[in-house]
């Protein structure tokens, strides 16, 4: 499906809760987070219609996350169920890894292709002080189950925000010991992430360089995202940088987002797109929701404009409702 300036879009990611078992500082509050009530969030059934839907107009991978998905009971079912629509190539997951380590086999079977897991560092105290959770140790089980489960297409994303320097390199190293990617991803100023510190692509670049010497691209493009690779001598596997913030990639997006209560949501930065959980609940025919959703795309915004400040149609949401 293209969308009004010819972008195809073939990827979309969907939010399956709001729920979180940690409580990172740049994505939710410490205290009194309001859940969204379980009626309104997406069922079993609503989420395999609408993603078969999406695939009909081309979508080709679908990533799952959150809030936290592995909170979510049915999860293997649902990697079940959109891994069955035709059309449908590759189902990976988004996941802070806490509940990884036992849910993998169950998930593996289902037809997961890929898992994506967040962690900003490897020091115990500082991991609790970012999430405000003591779970350092499931979250590196749950890393280490991923890397050891044959064909599993594995990456890690960590948020640099200056206070974990000093963990950027130790991180990086996992690509150093393991064929896979470790991925830096620019603070965006979206709900809590609005008010941290930041590090950009060159500081982390610098940070990187200085322990491991002068970095080399790879032709690599790494998936279905907008990230850019580089390797270092003696490195298996490879470090990538997704920077919405200094290396703007809206004219390649090739992705919209499905929120947990069914908002098809066009652009990371706007709240603009369609309410699909409502066209559902009042009941109209495929043919309807499918021309929502073009009508939706075909208005995509052309990018996000982040670096200019707040305006009156950007997202108010916090990421765990929006996905990441
Ligand atoms: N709970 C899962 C996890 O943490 O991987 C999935 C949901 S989380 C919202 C998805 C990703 O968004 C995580 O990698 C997280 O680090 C990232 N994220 C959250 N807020 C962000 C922000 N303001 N800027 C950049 N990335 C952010
Ligand atoms: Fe939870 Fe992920 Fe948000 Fe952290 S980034 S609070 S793990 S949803």
């Not at 580089?230 to 913030?245: D, N, P």
């Not at 919209?256 to 069914?262: D, F, I, K, P, Q």
């Not at 066009?266 to 699909?276: F, K, N, P, R, W």
Request: aromatic share 6%; proline share 4%; net charge neutral.
């Amino acid at each position: 499906m293209l969308d009004g300036l010819g972008r195809s879009i073939d990827y979309l990611r969907v939010s399956i809760t709001d729920r979180c078992n940690l409580r990172c500082v740049y994505c939710m509050p410490c205290e009194g987070v309001e859940w969204v009530d379980h009626s309104a969030v997406l069922s079993y059934e609503e989420l395999i219609r609408l993603c078969r839907l999406f695939a009909e107009l081309g979508v080709t991978r679908v990533r799952l996350t959150g809030g936290e998905p592995l909170v979510r009971r049915d999860l293997d079912r649902i990697v079940r169920g959109i891994r069955a629509i035709p059309g449908i190539r590759a189902v990976t997951l988004t996941t802070n890894g806490v509940l990884l380590s036992e849910q993998l086999p169950g998930l593996l079977d289902a037809g997961l292709s890929g898992v994506n897991l967040s962690l900003d560092t490897l020091d115990r105290d500082q991991f609790q002080a970012i999430t405000r959770r003591d779970m350092l140790p499931a979250a590196l089980a749950g890393l280490n189950a991923a890397l050891a489960a044959p064909g599993l297409n594995v990456k890690l994303n960590c948020v640099p925000m200056g206070d974990n320097d000093a963990q950027l390199a130790p991180l990086a190293a996992l690509a150093r010991d393991h064929d896979m990617a470790v991925r830096f991803i620019e603070l965006m100023p979206i709900g809590l992430g609005s008010s941290l510190p930041r590090r950009t692509e060159a500081q982390v670049l610098e940070i990187l360089e200085a322990a491991y010497g002068p970095a080399r691209p790879t032709g690599w493009a790494g998936g279905a995202g907008p990230g850019r690779y580089v390797t270092f001598e003696g490195f298996r596997g490879r470090v990538g940088f997704i920077s919405a913030m200094t290396h703007q990639f809206c004219d390649q997006c090739n992705r919209v987002r499905l929120t947990a209560t069914g908002f098809l949501k066009t652009c990371l930065q706007y709240e603009a797109g369609v309410d699909l959980k409502s066209l559902l609940a009042g009941g109209v025919d495929d043919g309807a929701l499918r021309a929502a959703m073009e009508d939706a795309v075909r208005r995509k915004p052309a990018a996000h404009h982040f670096t200019e400040g707040r305006g009156d149609a950007d997202e108010r949401r916090n990421m765990n409702q929006i996905g990441g």
